[in-house]
């Protein structure tokens, strides 16, 4: 079975802080793919990042970077000099990596609020 | 631009009344999905199709059900809708051979009165 696990139901910032979403996952597979998505209040998920089990590379996009780590089952994403903008649910998801398609299972999300 | 479109946007429907969902694509993905979002929750698959295969999740209600007419359509049908169905609708495609993400449409939000 697989589990994706976001600790922080809610965060609340002010502009131009740094923040950090944790996010903890199981799985028996060997090889499986995680992502970020972010939900605007209109609703649709937009695609943040794609990272592989063998890629622990840590990346940065623009204000945005993630952090993999296997040995802990992390990956987590920091958010640098945060905007309103950036006010959303975001999730973290997994998909076993047994077939290039399959069920993406979503933790609970995170709530960001960045105050002005 | 859209790749993935939801029709409605928003739909009301009476308890107990049929109602259908539309999802187009225009990405040629084989592959196609339903999630379900109720407030405050996770998406949560309920089916997909591999191009005309259906995979029903072990968990989802008798009620729901699925038509996928050609590649580029897919449908969402509610036999009698309960209150507990009220939620956002989420259809998504992807495509096989390519560990690319997922491409979501804009959802529909369902309530059920």
């Known amino acids: 079975a697989q589990k994706v696990t976001q600790a922080q139901t809610e965060i609340s910032v002010v502009e131009k802080e740094d923040v950090t979403l944790d996010c903890v996952y199981e799985?028996?597979?060997?090889?499986?793919?995680l992502f970020w998505y972010k939900q605007p209040p209109s609703g649709e998920l937009v695609f943040l990042i794609r990272?592989?089990?063998?890629?622990?590379q840590n990346e940065i996009s623009g204000r945005y970077s993630w952090n993999f780590q296997k040995s802990t089952s992390s990956f987590n994403f920091t958010i640098t000099a945060s905007q309103v903008v950036d006010s959303a649910v975001y999730f973290c998801?997994?998909?076993?990596?047994?077939?290039?398609?399959?069920?993406?299972?979503f933790g609970q999300g995170t709530i960001l609020t960045v105050h002005p | 631009d859209a790749m993935v479109i939801q029709n409605p946007r928003y739909q009301v429907t009476q308890f107990g009344k049929p109602v259908t969902l539309s999802c187009s694509q225009t990405?040629?993905?084989?592959?196609m999905y339903w999630y379900q979002q109720k407030s405050s929750q996770a998406p949560k698959l309920l089916f997909h199709?591999?191009?005309?295969?259906?995979?029903n999740e072990a968990d989802t209600p008798d009620n729901f059900q699925s038509r996928r007419p050609n590649t580029s359509f897919c449908f969402l049908d509610i036999r009698s809708p309960g209150l507990g169905d009220t939620a956002m609708y989420l259809c998504?495609?992807?495509?096989?051979?390519?560990?690319?993400?997922?491409?979501f449409g804009s959802g529909t939000r369902l309530t059920v009165v």
């Open positions: 990405l040629n993905h084989n592959v």
């Open positions: 199709y591999y191009d005309k295969d259906f995979n």
């Open positions: 998801a997994l998909r076993n990596g047994g077939t290039s398609y399959g069920k993406l299972t």
């Open positions: 990272r592989n089990s063998f890629d622990e």
């Open positions: 799985t028996r597979d060997t090889t499986y793919y």
């Open positions: 998504a495609t992807s495509r096989v051979g390519v560990s690319d993400g997922y491409t």
